[in-house]
């Protein structure tokens, strides 16, 4: 036990302890001085290597969670570390349910290629039903469903070519004579047709109609004995005119004219 004296020591002592940093403290100070080892305070209290669980829950430290280790924290996982995913915290971004016609960039979204950017299966089916599928039979005979009348010009290609075996090419008519002549695929008859032909006819000769002598396109008359021929072209009538003269003593004359035609 504390005698009187020390007793009385001891309070003196107290009254400059935490400054003079000797002696001793009364129980009341000794009671009271938590601030002493708190943060900044005279005897800080560092808890680094302490075990245990302090009562109160504790600020945490800055950390990036960019990696593993002390003051980042480890790398979180953005689905089942976080709450709120589906709040629009993302303002730089469009909201999924926010409707955008892609009919120009910006707020629209940008343009689409309907081809790159749609599914190939879908490509292929009969979305469109204000369409006709190109697989459908149309005619071409009227305007609607049978897919409007063509111009036979402007929507064909291929024109120039030999589609119509029921027609005859420019080439072929240009070039078909052989078929009316004779023995040809449309031979031409001459018969009851007006008109002089170009080329002389032959004519087939016979003697006191008998046997054909020759068929040639041109006859002969030959001057015999006592015999005088004269031949003269009559163009107005259209004919030839042959005078056979038979000298005295031949029975007379005898003329035979009006031979008509081209021989």
Known sequence: ????????????????????GSGFVTTGVFNDHSARHENAGADEISVAGLSGQLADLQLPVDHTHQSAG???????????????LTDDDHTQYRLESEDHSHQSTGAQAGQLDHGLAMSAASLLDD??????????DHSHQSTGLQGGKLDHGLALDGLGDDDHPQYATNVEFDDHSARHE????????????????????????SKNSGATVGTRSELNFIEGA??????????????????????????????????LGTL
């Open 70 to 84: 002390l003051g980042v924290g480890g790398k979180l996982d953005h689905g089942a570390a976080l709450t709120g």
């Open 182 to 205: 004779n023995a040809g695929a449309d031979e031409i008859s001459v018969a009851g047709l007006s008109g002089e032909l170009a080329d002389a006819q032959p004519v087939a000769v």
């Open 1 to 20: 036990m504390i005698n009187l004296v020390e007793k009385r020591r001891f309070i003196r002592l107290a009254r400059n302890a935490w400054a003079a």
């Open 127 to 136: 979305d469109h039903t204000q369409y006709r599928l190109e697989s459908a």
């Open 226 to 259: 006592n015999i005088t021929l004269t031949i003269a072209d009559d163009a107005g009538n259209d004919e030839i005119d042959i005078t056979i003269t038979g000298a005295a003593g031949g029975g007379g004359d005898f003329v035979q004219s009006a031979i």
